[in-house]
């Protein structure tokens, strides 16, 4: 049950992924918000690519090798993340953050901990992602994995979900994702019901 006290409609391995990550991310959340400002070429974007590689660590926690070291683990998904990121700005003049975020007052000065995030991070997220037209879903998801626009347009125009192999619409895609996200989700990760 949400907030509201409606069903949360999920998908199937969703309580897994939510558990992974509860057991896996949580814990070292302070230790991923230092690597991303590390690792971050202008500090404007640290927040942003903060937010992103939790996502990402969401969608793929189910990748993570639990024979191996985590914290090398986080550190080697949030490294190449970011890096990627920062590549992309520089390459495209960083028009992808076409969209500026603009944070309630009463959540300025308050740094996004985990007691300050009620643990609701995963449920609104996974919500979203669900009620996310496809479209945009699959080129957003594939981005945060790493792919290149290039690439991304590549994989969709031979899947023929593409016509061409257009850049400028993989990157209106994204957009497109991203702007529903922030529609759809606040800072702390809770799913926004819009009353009408």
Known sequence: MNKCGRENPTRPNSDKKKELFDKYVMPNYDFVKKLCERYTASRQDVDENFNDVLLNLYIYIETYDESRDLK???????????????????????????????YGTDCEDKPCEMEYCDGGYHDGLSVALDLMPQIHRKAFEMQMSGYSLKEIAKILNESGELESNNINTVKTRVFNARKFLRKHVDREGNLIIENK
Do not use: C, P
Request: charged fraction near 25%; aromatic fraction near 12%.
């Open 72 to 102: 090398t683990w986080l550190h080697v998904v949030t490294k190449r993340y970011v890096f990627g990121v920062n590549k992309r700005r520089m390459q495209y003049g960083n028009s992808l953050q076409d969209i500026e975020t603009v």
